[in-house]
């Protein structure tokens, strides 16, 4: 059986990441320190906008969004952004009968960053949780991940672990091997995706007061530049429960990319990943980010197997460098202190 390759290389790459210890201690003193007079809960309950982008998903839309209905919370909204479906899947969500659905349809397929980004400018809501058109929520996910954000107002993105289900909805694997510190999700972030993308809720607006959205240039890899330019600006945290299920096939646009043009999607994620090394202060190319990540953060390595053993003495270098160069930005990054000052 073939699964989505995008969603099995984003469980392989958070097993070695998880089993990677580039580092040594707890979190900096000097980052608690700074945060020590922020309040720490937030007494009303904050309302939830689930935005969900669908394109040609008829056979699947109806059980995500009912799925959403189920909540334990009651105090949500749902987006649903037709892309320009040519199938029945607006006939499948009108189907549904909830005050809480709001359908959005696009004239034509826009692709999923603009169907999201049309979400994100309709939420009213102070969080914005995503899922895909095919993918399940567990029923207390929003009331799990708004309780985390009412009580840590720190937090301005947060994940889960979640379940692997196939075509007809049967459970296939499950992961919980993503990080869950802050810090840990942020050195994630500069490689690699630190949540999958259906698991995860922000804040509505980003640190400083703006709605963040997608990059529409992306063919792929706009689920990875959204997570980190949030957590990397922001706070992360994971809730170590399976609160979502995420669909495994072969019909999604990263496993068509993946397949059909290999070198796009490596030159897409290399491109975002370079980035956000240039974020924290780390200046390189996209082919030694590329070696870098290989080696710190996927189970194949390639390009640094392929290395000479001069070459990989100078990656181990280079790498020594880049871990430097993050341990000193996270303990001088305060987002918070930052936002005081403007």
């Known amino acids: 059986m073939r699964y989505d390759t995008g969603l099995v290389a984003c469980v392989l790459a958070a097993v070695a990441a998880r089993s990677y210890d580039g580092f040594s201690g707890n ?14 809960r937030v007494p009303d309950m904050l309302p939830v906008s689930v935005v969900i982008p ?27 952004v037709d892309d320009g479906s040519t199938d029945k899947s607006v006939d499948a969500i009108q189907s549904i009968n909830s005050d809480k659905i709001k359908l959005i349809r696009l004239s034509k397929n ?3 960053s603009a169907a999201r980004n049309a979400g994100i400018s309709m939420a009213q809501g102070n969080l914005i949780a995503f899922l895909d058109s095919d993918d399940l929520m567990c029923e207390k996910r929003l009331e799990e991940q708004e309780s985390l954000f009412r009580n840590d107002c720190r937090t301005t993105i947060c994940g889960s672990y979640f379940d692997i289900i196939d075509d007809k909805g049967s459970l296939i694997g499950s992961t919980d091997c993503f990080h869950n ?9 500069t490689l690699g995706c630190p949540f999958h993308f259906s698991t995860i809720m922000v804040r509505s ?14 063919e792929v890899g706009e689920d990875y530049e959204y997570m980190s330019k949030n957590i990397l600006e922001g706070y992360g945290c994971i809730i170590k429960k399976r609160l979502t299920s995420c669909r495994a096939h072969i019909n999604s646009k990263t496993n068509d990319v993946m397949n059909n043009n290999p070198n ?29 990540r290989e080696k710190i953060f996927s189970v194949n390595k390639p390009n640094y197997d392929a290395l000479s053993e001069v070459g990989k003495a100078v990656c181990q270098d ?3 460098q880049f871990i430097s160069t993050f341990t000193h930005w996270y303990n001088s990054h305060d987002v918070f202190e930052q936002q005081k000052a403007d």
């Open 264 to 292: 796009l999607h490596m030159e897409i994620f290399g491109r975002v990943s370079l980035n956000n090394m240039k974020k924290i202060g780390f200046n390189t190319d996209i082919y030694t980010s590329l070696i870098l």
């Open 205 to 218: 607006t980003s640190v400083g007061g703006e709605k963040q959205f997608f990059d529409e240039s992306l």
């Open 318 to 320: 280079i790498e020594a």
């Open 54 to 80: 669908c394109y040609n998903r008829e056979n699947y839309i109806r059980d995500s969004v009912e799925s959403v209905l189920r909540q334990s919370m009651t105090g949500f909204e749902i987006i649903v």
């Open 110 to 112: 826009m692709g999923i």
């Open 181 to 189: 510190t802050d810090r840990m999700l942020k050195f994630s972030a």
């Open 27 to 40: 979190v900096p003193a000097v980052f608690m320190i700074a945060h020590h007079n922020i309040p720490n």
